[in-house]
C-alpha cells in the first residue's frame, strides 16, 4: 500500500481530510491534513470514515475497488499533480476517472464522488509520503518465528536435581 491510508479519515459535516491521534472520551482527536495541522475533537456523533476502509464501485455490483489501489492507479499515471480538480468539467472528470479505473460503475459513482477523490488525492499526496515498497514482505531477513533458529548457546540450561533441595 503505497500511501498509508490507516489513519486518515473524512468527517461527516467537515471539510478536508484528518489524521486520526487517538481516541477520547467523547470522540476522537483528529489532526486536520493540512499546513495549519490543527488538533480538534470529532464528536461521537459525527461519522468518521476511514479512507482505507472506502472503495469505489465497479461494473461487478458485489465488487469495489479499494481507494489504496485507485490511488495507486492514480499515482502511477499522473504522480502528484493531478489534471482535474473539484472545479472540472463533468466530462473531464469522468474521463479521468475512466482512465484511471475503467471498469467503475458508472451508474452508482456520482460526479459529487469524482470531485471528492480528486479533492482526496490532492491533499493525501500533499501532506502523506509516498512509499515505493510494492510488497508486505519483512525489509530484513530476520525470521518470522523463532522455531530452530535459538541456537544451544542460548538456551537456559537445564538444572539437574531437585531445586527445592538444599545443600547442608
Known amino acids: 500500500?503505497?500511501?498509508n491510508l490507516q489513519e486518515l479519515?473524512?468527517?461527516s459535516g467537515q471539510s478536508g481530510l484528518y489524521r486520526l491521534v487517538r481516541p477520547a472520551?467523547?470522540?476522537v482527536?483528529?489532526?486536520?491534513?493540512?499546513a495549519k495541522a490543527t488538533r480538534s475533537l470529532a464528536p461521537a456523533s459525527n461519522k468518521v470514515s476511514l479512507l482505507s476502509e472506502i472503495g469505489i464501485y465497479t461494473q461487478d455490483?458485489?465488487?469495489t475497488v479499494p481507494l489504496t489501489e485507485v490511488?495507486?492507479?492514480i499515482y502511477q499515471k499522473y504522480g502528484t499533480s493531478l489534471p482535474v480538480s473539484n472545479k472540472s468539467s463533468?466530462?473531464?472528470l469522468t474521463s479521468f476517472l475512466a482512465e484511471v479505473l475503467p471498469e467503475y460503475d458508472r451508474q452508482r459513482v456520482y460526479l459529487s464522488d469524482i470531485k471528492k477523490l480528486a479533492t482526496w488525492y490532492s491533499i493525501v499526496s500533499q501532506y502523506v509520503p509516498y512509499s515505493e515498497a510494492t510488497t508486505d514482505e519483512p525489509a530484513t531477513e530476520e525470521p518470522l518465528s523463532t522455531g530452530g533458529v535459538i541456537g544451544e548457546a542460548d538456551?537456559?540450561?537445564t538444572p539437574t536435581g531437585n531445586p527445592e533441595v538444599t545443600k547442608a
Open 61 to 63: 455490483s458485489d465488487e
Open 71 to 73: 490511488f495507486e492507479n
Open 29 to 34: 482527536l483528529v489532526e486536520s491534513l493540512d
Open 25 to 27: 472520551r467523547h470522540g
Open 90 to 92: 463533468e466530462t473531464e
Open 9 to 11: 479519515a473524512s468527517i
Open 155 to 157: 538456551q537456559a540450561p
Open 1 to 3: 500500500m503505497p500511501y
